[in-house]
């Protein structure tokens, strides 16, 4: 949530807008309205109970709605944020992308005969887990909250990773069926969880860039994984041991060893960061401290209404499902990435097609999440510095349709190679995820919402994906007429659906903006004193769109 000018009124604008006249730009060495209209809150008696955290809340020896910084202050506090949390996120989230990628990798080594399995076996086996990953999210980001995300989720990696090693051991379609059915309950709700964490850290317009650097370790494990496998099979045959073999136990075991470094390594909350690993002082002073949660909370005060280990009720999870403002983002989550899905995961088996070894193939995989990198980088940092995501995130859909439309129209003699460059380019379609998840966590307006519309939204995905995975079908191979057609159906669709969210939300802000110019001083001073209403059910929150 912004809390900005242009989308926010937290306060009584006419009051704010005199103290930001006669007193300046809060101490900020420059005109940062954030600031200014907090000083305005509070100076001008609107300053009421839900601008102040809960009593339970971690970091509220630290609240101080009189505390002053500069911004190359807040700059310093950031950097180390980026550093001592940003980057291990980031090496947490490579862990989890290898355990999901090298069952791709081993795909391309034709390895499924060797391990008793055909195709269609194996496309079950993908359904099986990603339904894992879907059903395991919600109930997984529940205990999180609960135990606290700082022992959950590495709990959650020495667990997957242990089973991530034991398919060396799979034999046919039972096993392999059961393991991917385990990696996925265990895998479930690391996203949700890791996105509810940065969000104790960063602000609404600083998370989504901070997430994109996060998904940057899928391709970047892509290409790691794909070295990897490339000096494997070279040394294929090792002790006699199959190289998929030596894929799953290798990464599974750095997957283990990471997750023990995560148990000793990752604080609580930014105020809990002591421990003997971290330094008996932690890693930030008590003016740094400071600065974190009261810029937090400045940015968003519903991020001070509960602990960080206060469990959410079935009554408020209940509370927060029929929430109808949010069903925009799910029901994108559902099916924006439908269309690129299928694509990326047949890569490797057009290339087989194309008559080449395994070595070329693992190579030629390589372009592709280069591409995929430089989009998500783009199209994240434009999206908030224009302040536009459901516009731009349409071009996600402008991408791959003409892609699809060639697909459908080359010829059956087509060249292999073409179809290889329409395949690379679908794989590299602007991956808007990040910014949609932005919005389910900007847009939810507490915390008891967040931690349950970011594990929805990540189910929507996982059934996205569940989806995509059936779409191509054998008897459809090998250039996928019937599935195409479909994709180009649901890129329409999603088009329609990207200026239909779009539209949604600026209605209910234009509608609450009204409502909030139409109320005498008097009143917004006793709705602010005295309302019910909670997050983003407030006249006073203006929703990211």
């Known amino acids: 949530m912004d809390w900005t000018p242009e989308d926010l009124h937290f306060e009584m604008e006419d009051m704010v807008e005199d103290d930001i006249e006669s007193k300046g730009s809060f101490d900020m060495g420059e005109s940062d309205p954030l600031h200014a209209k907090w000083e305005g809150v509070v100076e001008s008696g609107s300053f009421g109970k839900f601008y102040e955290p809960a009593v339970s809340y971690e970091g509220r020896h630290r609240f101080d709605p009189h505390f002053k910084w500069n911004r190359e202050a807040e700059r310093k506090v950031v950097r180390k944020i980026d550093w ?19 069952i791709v990798q081993a795909l391309s080594a034709e390895t499924l005969a060797d391990r008793g399995l055909t195709v269609d076996e194996y496309k079950t086996g993908q359904t099986v887990y990603f339904l894992s990953l879907l059903l395991a999210a919600l109930p997984s980001q529940l205990i999180a909250k609960r135990l606290g995300i700082d022992r959950w989720l590495p709990l959650q990696m020495i667990c997957w990773g242990v089973v ?6 799979i034999s046919g379609r039972w096993s392999f069926w059961v393991a991917r059915a385990l990696i ?10 890791t996105i509810l964490y940065l969000s104790y850290f960063y602000t609404g317009t600083e998370l989504p860039k901070r997430l994109a650097w996060v998904w940057v370790g899928y391709p970047a494990v892509t290409v790691v994984s794909t070295l990897l496998h490339v000096a494997i099979l070279r040394s294929s045959g090792l002790w006699q041991i199959p190289d998929w073999r030596w894929l799953f136990g290798i990464e599974g075991t750095i997957t283990i060893v990471t997750g ?35 810029r937090i909370l400045r940015d968003d005060p519903g991020k001070g209404d509960m602990n960080y280990r206060e469990a959410v009720t079935l009554k408020q999870v209940w509370n927060c499902l029929c929430d109808y403002h949010l069903w925009p983002i799910y029901l994108l989550g559902l099916t924006w990435q439908i269309p690129m899905f299928p694509i990326t995961q047949w890569l490797n088996d057009n290339l087989r097609h194309l008559g080449l070894d395994t070595y070329l193939i693992q190579l030629l995989c390589l372009p592709s999440p280069a591409i995929w990198i430089g989009n998500l980088l783009i199209f994240t940092y434009i999206s908030e510095w224009l302040n536009e995501r ?9 991408w791959v349709l003409p892609l699809l439309v060639t697909m459908m129209c080359l010829p059956n003699d087509r060249d292999r190679w073409h179809n290889w460059v329409l395949t690379m380019l679908g794989c590299a379609q602007p991956y808007v995820h990040v910014i949609l998840i932005g919005l389910a966590s900007r847009n939810a307006g507490s ?25 191509y079908r054998k008897d459809d191979a090998p250039f996928y007429y019937r599935g195409n057609r479909i994709l180009i159906m649901v890129v329409i669709y999603n088009i329609l659906l990207f200026l239909g969210a779009k539209r949604f939300y600026v209605f209910f802000n234009q509608r609450r903006e009204a ?22 059910k407030r006249l006073d929150f203006r929703f990211s769109h």
């Not at 995130?393 to 402008?398: A, F, G, K, N």
């Open 84 to 102: 001592r949390i940003g980057t291990f996120v980031c090496l947490m989230f490579f862990a989890l992308q290898a355990d999901r990628a090298n």
């Open 164 to 169: 991530a090693s034991m398919q060396t051991g």
């Open 184 to 193: 996925g309950m265990l895998e479930g709700g690391l996203v949700p969880s």
């Open 260 to 294: 023990c470094v995560t148990w000793l390594y990752l604080p609580a909350s930014p105020t809990q960061t002591a421990s003997k690993l971290r330094g008996k002082q932690g890693w930030f002073s008590v003016t740094e401290e400071k600065i974190m949660v009261n």
């Open 390 to 398: 459901f516009l731009l995130s349409i071009l996600s859909q402008v």
């Open 447 to 471: 915390v008891r919402n967040r931690t349950v519309s970011v594990a929805l939204y990540s189910m929507c995905v996982h059934a996205s994906d569940v989806i995509g995975t059936n779409i």
């Open 515 to 536: 409502n909030w110019e139409l109320m005498s001083r008097h009143d917004r001073q006793v709705y602010l004193a005295t309302t019910k209403d909670k997050g983003n």
